[in-house]
């Protein structure tokens, strides 16, 4: 995983909680926006530059709604690695 993937998912609070909750199940952008506790267009953006830098991807790009995001290959790798930190820090 390239360096700088983890540095951009932990430089956004935002990001970093799409991630974490994208690592539990697939989910819609309303889905995020109300657990993370932000706008919709908070999420539609991070999940936009997520997906631009192949973190996440849409499951359903032929829907316009409802959209489901998941992980990428990457994305999980992310997770792992920020779990991997969080051992380290315990």
Not at 19 to 41: G, R, V, W, Y
Not at 52 to 67: E, Y
Not at 76 to 90: F, Q
């Amino acid at each position: 995983m390239p360096r700088e993937s983890f540095e951009f998912v932990v430089s956004s609070d935002t990001r970093l909680r799409i991630i974490s909750f994208l690592s539990e199940d697939a989910t819609t952008p309303t889905q995020l926006a109300h657990s993370i506790q932000k706008h919709l267009s908070h999420i539609s953006r991070a999940l936009r530059e997520l997906e631009d830098r192949q973190l996440v991807a849409c499951n359903t790009p032929s829907n316009s709604k409802p959209r489901v995001y998941s992980l990428t290959p990457e994305g999980k790798y992310v997770v792992d690695e920020l779990n991997r930190l969080r051992m380290r820090i315990i």
